[in-house]
């Protein structure tokens, strides 16, 4: 497992990386004008009504946006999660702690292929 | 005149021949106000136990051979001054190498990561018949000197997490110079270093804790140049489906 790890390690550090961009960055922004401004009144709310949205996620470019909004973060985060196991010391059970959660980010990928499909 | 003020130093000792572990001695002696922490332990090296054993060598910062452990943190001991600490002050040899004496670590093992990566300029020769001169503009020369400002004296080795876990981890200061000549437009040699640095232990077992940067007393940002090595082996890698590689 490690060897096949260490042989996708450049495509899933850059899963990872796209992951942290979006997740520092897009999801906060994201998440701060949903979240806040809109239900408190301070931007109007009709832009993101469900029409709108809807419009906007399933033209093709917005289903790419949120195939990335919905996959990338999970490999960041399995990522980010074996590389703190590593820093505790896990190096020799590091094959099945990164096996098993990057199983689960490519679960979560797949899903999110299938919807950002059926969108 | 006034008695000179004095401070404790705790030294840790160890002596392979008698010593199963590490031990700590400590020295009170006078010290001078503008004394690195070298100073004090020159002093006791000269004037109370000669059999002390520690490395230094220029006392301003270049050779790399002075760094230890100074209460608990990995410092560069001809560049720290011993007054930013009380009136006890712990050296000990730097963590994550093993102990040849006293406060001397061993150095194989660091050399033997350095050769690894390739640290010339490969093609130099080969490439100035079929080029010309080289040539290098002050933005070319900005892409990798400061990489280039390292001194060896492995206080990042000694503040990794990684290092410490995974023994055989290229880590920063390779990692560095390898990058430093990656980026060199006279060099040749990316992708044969881009093999290395994508094996075990190579550039992606670094978590990124940055520690190296903080403990680094030449201002080299080796997590810094292990990211952009990141980068550019996932273009490589990239590239690779593309182009496939000549061999
Ligand atoms: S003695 Fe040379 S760097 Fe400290």
Redo the contacts with the bound molecule.
Sequence with gaps: MRTLMLKLEPIIWGLFGGGMFIGALVLPAWLLVVGVLAPTGIISATPLDFDHIYGLASHPIGRLVFLAAAALPLWAGAHQLRHIFLDFGGLSRDGLVGGVLYAIALVGSVLAVVAAVNL | MAEKPTKTIVVTRFDPDVDEVPKTQEYTIPVEDDWKV?DALNYIKDEVDPSLSH?????????????MTVNGEPK????QSLADYGDRVEIAPLANFPVVRDLVVELEGFMDKFKKVKPWIVEAKEAAVVEGTNRQSHEELMDFKQFSMC?N?MLCYSACPVVSNEPDFLGPAAIALGHRYNQDNRDHGDAERNEIFREDGGVFSCSYANECAEVC?KGVDPSGAIQQAKLNNVVDWAKGFVVPRGK
């Design positions: 070298l490395r230094w060598s220029c006392r301003m910062a270049v050779c790399g051979s002075c760094g560069l001991t001809c560049k001194i004296c007393p």
